[in-house]
């Protein structure tokens, strides 16, 4: 591990499949459909990932009304 090229910044709502998803799947997601699915191979909602190097996991909620 090159601590150079670690990734800096912010990330939410993360999700990686073993596919490729189609694009009515990303329309759900964009448009915060209740048929977007989480990832299967990595799910942000994963309780159980474990954070290094001082970073932090907050809850995201990307589909949240804003006032």
């Known amino acids: 591990f090159d601590a150079t090229q670690a990734f800096v910044g912010d990330m939410a709502n993360f999700n990686i499949w073993d596919r490729k998803l189609s694009v ?3 329309y759900n997601l964009a448009t915060c459909s209740s048929k977007a699915q989480v990832g299967n191979v990595f799910s942000w909602l994963e309780t159980s ?3 290094y190097g001082g970073a932090s996991k907050w809850t995201f909620e990307a589909c ?3 006032n």
């Open 24 to 26: 009515g799947e990303i």
């Open 64 to 66: 949240r009304q804003l």
């Open 49 to 51: 990932i474990e954070i």
